[in-house]
Nanobody, 123 residues
Framework: VQLQASGGGLVQAGGSLRLSCAAS????????MGWFRQAPGKEREFVAA????????YYADSVKGRFTISRDNAKNTVYLQMNSLKPEDTAVYYC?????????????????WGQGTLVTVSS
């Protein structure tokens, strides 16, 4: 399984970006997917997760109401729509594929990771 994240970039505070994570390999639709982020000098933290069919989603409190996770199983892709971006959202964003079908919030529940895409929000 390979995950390819894209869509990062430089944006002003209050702006929007949409991240994409394309997965190769079989059975993408059988597993939960998630987005995590890691800022310089900090540990990787949970951002959002979605279950195998998209019926369940979870968000970190810091992004709730601003970010939306979604998936298109026909395209083997998961998305993260990020609105009202803040400078504190600056980080490398990673997508991950979970061990199981649910929406998981812990890094230990993820087996595969993408390479990360950098999001920089200027004030």
């Amino acid at each position: 399984v390979q995950l390819q994240a894209s869509g990062g970039g430089l944006v002003q505070a209050g702006g929007s970006l949409r991240l994409s994570c394309a997965a190769s390999g079989r059975a993408f639709s059988s597993y939960g997917m998630g987005w995590f982020r890691q800022a310089p000098g900090k540990e990787r933290e949970f951002v959002a997760a979605i279950s195998w069919r998209g019926g369940s989603t979870y968000y970190a409190d810091s992004v709730k109401g601003r970010f939306t996770i979604s998936r298109d199983n026909a395209k083997n892709t998961v998305y993260l729509q990020m609105n009202s971006l803040k400078p504190e959202d600056t980080a490398v964003y990673y997508c991950g594929r979970a061990r199981a079908a649910g929406a998981n919030t812990q890094t230990r529940d993820y087996v595969y990771w993408g390479q990360g895409t950098l999001v920089t929000v200027s004030s």
